[in-house]
DNA sequence: GATGATAGATGCAGTATACAGATAGTATCG
DNA sequence: CGATACTATCTGTATACTGCATCTATCATC
């Protein structure tokens, strides 16, 4: 716990379905390949995700059907897989945003009826 | 893939930090002991959390620093383990909403931008 | 031919999780 | 009493996931 606070991301981490499903969306507005999703999430603002990671999750949301690659050899450089979402992965993500609608919608209400128990030991700021 | 749909969820699952949070969240309404934290969220409407993982993730949770918790004997039946939030948990749980925001923005901003690539294959830059 | 950016992958150690079951207190019913 | 059921917490195990370091490989520039 309160490991550091290097951007201001919190000590926990919530890596697995937030790398996979922003993976997802990131595909439904282009086609990509892996290094240009790890550079974008790096930019997004988001907790940093390991490149490993980042390749395996892709691997494995291929393996899942949530998208399709094919290797891109056109441009210059090492080849790439360009990886596209499926329809499959497009109906995975819909269901996804509003599953955490509900959490959040969850969290919120739940902060949001605190006020009752503001006393007991400490007071914050 | 597609697992299954018991309830509507998908075959995704965030379930580590879903679950502390949504932990974290109930104790800051009011103090319960985990079988309490258990069927509240089995009501919840988010994915179902096993209880074995439930409890490991109270303990967990304890061991951050993030709820405290004390032997419940007042009842009958038997002793329970009553937990409260700590400061420490109610700033994370803070900043974990803010970064849960980030991470919807995030993804409905990409959904959002999805109209422009409806016929096309590919659209390099 | 060394360096650095691009692009992707893997081995390993540690962590997390689902599933099953263990342990235990109390209550009810026959 | 014995069986059953509900409450309440915990654990063993097998598998899966993740971060870190490392590795291969292509190409451009110095």
């Given at each position: 716990m309160a490991d550091e606070e290097k951007n201001g991301h919190?000590?926990?981490?919530?890596h697995g379905e937030m790398l996979s499903t922003s993976i997802l969306a990131m595909l439904r507005e282009w086609n990509a390949h892996g290094y240009q999703l790890s550079k974008r999430l790096a930019e997004s603002g988001l907790p940093p995700f390991d490149s490993g990671t980042i390749y395996r999750t892709l691997r494995q949301l291929e393996q899942d059907g949530m998208i399709s690659s094919l290797w891109d050899t056109?441009?210059?450089?090492p080849a790439r897989r360009m990886y596209s979402l499926t329809k499959t992965g497009d109906t995975m993500l819909s269901a996804w945003i509003e599953s955490l609608q509900k959490y959040q919608a969850f969290l919120q209400s739940a902060v949001a009826g605190q006020?009752?128990?503001?006393?007991?030991?400490e007071q914050p700021e």
């Open positions: 919190s000590g926990m981490r919530l056109s441009a210059s450089g006020k009752d128990r503001l006393d007991e030991k």
